[in-house]
């Protein structure tokens, strides 16, 4: 079971809360730096497949990924999902066609 915060500790969220807001946007970003190494994580778990191909399309994405600044297995699983995406969408728009032609 969680303990209820200290009346200290709550007085020192309030603090800096009041803090924040007292600011505007322009003074919060004025402080701020830009972050060169933010990256994003997908921790959902992975199921391991096993894919055929040739060693250029490999070195073509190993490169293509350099580029980006990504691993190329990361960039792979990025063109998969596009690629699904973008079936899902033909599919969508197939289904519509069907569907005025019949009304």
Not at 17 to 46: G, H, N, Q
Not at 74 to 80: E, V
Request: charged share 35%; hydrophobic share 40%; aromatic share 8%.
């Amino acid at each position: 079971m969680a303990r209820a915060p200290t009346q200290k500790k709550q007085r020192d969220w309030l603090a800096e809360s009041d803090y924040w807001d007292s600011l505007s946007i322009d003074e919060i970003l004025a402080m701020s730096e830009p972050a060169d190494d933010v990256t994003f994580v997908d921790r959902r778990p992975k199921k391991a497949i096993s894919l055929r191909l040739t060693g250029r399309l490999i070195d073509e994405g190993k490169k293509a990924a350099s580029e980006v600044g990504i691993g190329y297995q990361t960039l792979f699983r990025m063109w998969i999902i596009d690629g699904l995406k973008r079936y899902k969408i033909d599919e969508l728009e197939q289904a519509a066609k069907r569907g005025r032609k019949s009304a």
